[in-house]
C-alpha cells in the first residue's frame, strides 16, 4: 500500500463520538487518525489515555508523527512490519450468525464504544459486535461500511479501518467481562474496503505476559481474502 498523500496538520481534535470507554478516545481510531499520515505497516503506542474534544499537537519526526497534550505524549506512529504466525479466517455464514452469541447489553463493559458499543444508535456508532465461535477460537462478525465512513472514491477513511481492527482483537481473547485498554496496536492495509460492500472481521488470542494480553484481528471480503491485519497489545489495569 502507498503513501497517501494529506496536508500535515499541526494539530488534530478527537471527538467524543470516537470514545472507547466513555472518558478515553477510541485506540483504533485515535491510531488509524495518525498512522494514516505515514506508509506501509504502522505500529501506534498508546501512552496514556486520549483526550478527547481538545486540540493535541502533531509532532512529525524521521521516526514518525507524536501525538501530545501539552508536555505530555498520549501517542505515537511509527513505521512497523507485522509479524503473525497464524490468521484466523471465518466463514461467512459463521460471522452472519456471531450476533446470536454476542455480548448482552446489560454485560458489556464499554457499551458506549464507537466500534462495538450496543447503546450506540445505527449511522453513530459501527455497531460491530464480535463473539468467540463456539468450538473455535476466534471471535468474529459481519461488517458493511456506510456511505459516511468512506472518501470521494467510496473507499472506507483509514481511521475507521483500524478502529474496525481494534475490537474484535478484544473480543478474540475471551475475557469480555475484563477491563482492558489498548495498549500498542500494529496494522497494515492491504486493500481499502468499499463503502457498501460486506465484509468479515475476526480477532483472535495470540499469548499473555502478566497483565499484557496480546491479540491479531484481519478484516476479509466475503470471498475470505485479506484485506487488512493487525496486531494488538491489550492491558488490563492494575487492581486497586
Request: hydrophobic content about 35%; glycine content about 10%; some cysteine.
Amino acid at each position: 500500500m502507498g503513501r497517501i498523500e494529506l496536508f500535515k496538520p499541526d494539530s488534530i481534535i478527537i471527538p467524543s463520538r470516537f470514545c472507547g470507554p466513555k472518558n478515553s478516545g477510541h485506540g483504533g481510531y485515535t491510531a488509524g487518525t495518525l498512522a494514516q499520515y505515514l506508509s506501509g505497516p504502522v505500529e501506534v503506542t498508546i501512552k496514556r489515555p486520549i483526550p478527547m474534544d481538545q486540540k493535541m499537537a502533531l509532532v512529525f519526526g524521521l521516526d514518525g508523527v507524536r501525538l501530545e497534550e501539552g508536555a505530555q505524549e498520549v501517542a505515537q506512529a511509527i513505521p512497523r512490519e507485522i509479524q503473525l504466525d497464524r490468521i484466523e479466517i471465518p466463514t461467512p455464514s459463521e460471522a452472519k450468525h456471531s450476533k446470536k452469541f454476542s455480548c448482552p447489553e446489560d454485560k458489556h463493559l464499554y457499551p458506549s464504544c464507537f466500534v462495538c458499543g450496543p447503546k450506540r444508535e445505527r449511522g453513530d456508532g459501527l455497531r460491530v459486535f464480535p463473539s468467540l465461535v463456539p468450538s473455535k477460537k476466534y471471535a468474529c462478525a459481519l461488517w458493511t461500511p456506510s456511505a459516511d465512513l468512506g472518501d470521494v472514491d467510496g473507499l472506507v477513511k483509514t481511521p475507521f479501518i483500524w478502529s474496525l481492527l481494534d475490537c474484535p482483537a478484544f473480543f478474540g481473547l475471551g475475557l469480555t467481562n475484563t477491563y482492558m485498554l489498548t495498549g500498542r496496536i500494529s496494522a497494515e492495509i492491504i486493500e481499502r474496503p468499499k463503502t457498501g460492500v460486506p465484509y468479515i472481521v475476526s480477532g483472535w488470542r495470540v499469548g499473555q505476559d502478566g497483565r499484557k494480553h496480546f491479540a491479531a484481528s484481519a478484516i476479509f471480503d466475503i470471498g475470505q481474502n485479506l484485506i487488512a491485519k493487525s496486531t494488538s497489545t491489550w492491558i488490563q489495569p492494575k487492581k486497586n
